[in-house]
């Protein structure tokens, strides 16, 4: 008996994400979560990686949460390599990136405190049944013109870019998402100490907002606008320009290029409420820094 073709088909499958979350300032899965991982990974399919993304909440430096989202891509790698060219395959280009808390995807802090995993699934080998010849006076080694059927077609997948992967899910929508050139968008909430640049620990996430977009959106250009409120002409302190000053400060400060930015003074020449303002609501609408779209 003699065997003239034996061909071997890994189908790939459209791009999936696993996401695995942990408990504050941990590295390692709680019980259940670990339960949950491990049901994920020895589920009877083989699955190539493609992207490996850990996160953190906002609470704590920069450095520290670097340092921890890279801790918890680690557990969940380590737990991955354990199956590996069993039902685990590494893309060549397999891409691990910890963004910390620079980038905030969802709304509520524990959603933010997680490891996400990018893969395709690969379905079980194809084989084509091979072409046999039983009678050796038959098979004289000649070209056989007819190719084998062809089963299914691969699916070339096409691995973005891994800042490209943050997937909010729906569950929150950056403010600035949607912002075009020439928009005009107020940084509600956002909140500073009596007559200084010092934001208060309950604005962090609005200023992280900002951030992330500009992280996300690396063409983009602003400018930071200040306002203030309660008085009429000269401001001898220029609080407005000093908290535009401070948002410019936060964003350089975490690796936003200055050349994106330009910040301005407007005082109190353009509030929204007539001054004096009727109450504290109105105040506050008018003491705000508006964030321009110059380029995008």
Excluded at 23 to 31: A, I, K, L, R
Excluded at 48 to 53: K, S, Y
Excluded at 59 to 86: C, M, P, W
Aim: with cysteine.
């Amino acid at each position: 008996m003699k065997y003239v073709l034996l061909l071997f088909g890994f189908l790939l499958s459209a791009q999936e994400k696993a996401s695995f979350y942990f408990d504050f300032d941990q590295d390692t899965f709680n019980p259940k979560q670990n339960e949950l991982f491990m049901t994920w990974l020895n589920k009877n399919e083989n699955r190539e990686i493609l992207v490996i993304n850990g996160y953190c909440d906002w609470y704590g430096t920069f450095d520290y949460n670097d340092t921890l989202a890279y801790k918890r891509i680690h557990t969940v790698h380590e737990q991955l390599k354990t199956k590996v060219n069993s039902s685990i395959f590494f893309n060549e280009n397999l891409k691990i990136k910890g963004f910390g808390e620079r980038v905030q995807t969802r709304k509520e802090r524990r959603y933010n405190r997680r490891v996400d995993v990018f893969y395709t699934i690969l379905p079980k080998k194809a084989v084509v049944k091979a072409v046999v010849y039983d009678d050796p006076v038959v098979y004289t080694g000649q070209v056989i013109n007819k190719e084998p059927e062809v089963i299914e077609k691969k699916e070339i997948i096409q691995v973005p870019d891994t800042d490209d992967l943050i997937d909010p899910v729906g569950l929150y929508k950056n403010p600035y998402a949607t912002a075009k050139v020439g928009d005009k968008l107020v940084m509600n909430n956002l909140y500073f100490y009596d007559r200084s640049g010092i934001f208060v620990p309950e604005s962090l996430p609005v200023m992280e907002e900002l951030l992330e977009f500009m992280i996300t959106h690396p063409k983009v250009k602003i400018e930071i606008q200040g306002h203030i409120c309660c008085q009429l002409g000269e401001d001898p302190e220029d609080i407005a320009l000093v908290r535009a000053i401070s948002v410019h400060n936060y964003l350089v400060a975490n690796d936003i290029d200055d050349s994106r930015l330009l910040y301005k003074s407007f005082g109190s020449t353009q509030p929204l409420h007539k001054i004096p303002e009727r109450n504290e609501k109105e105040r506050n609408e008018n003491r705000r820094v508006e964030i321009l779209i110059l380029e995008n």
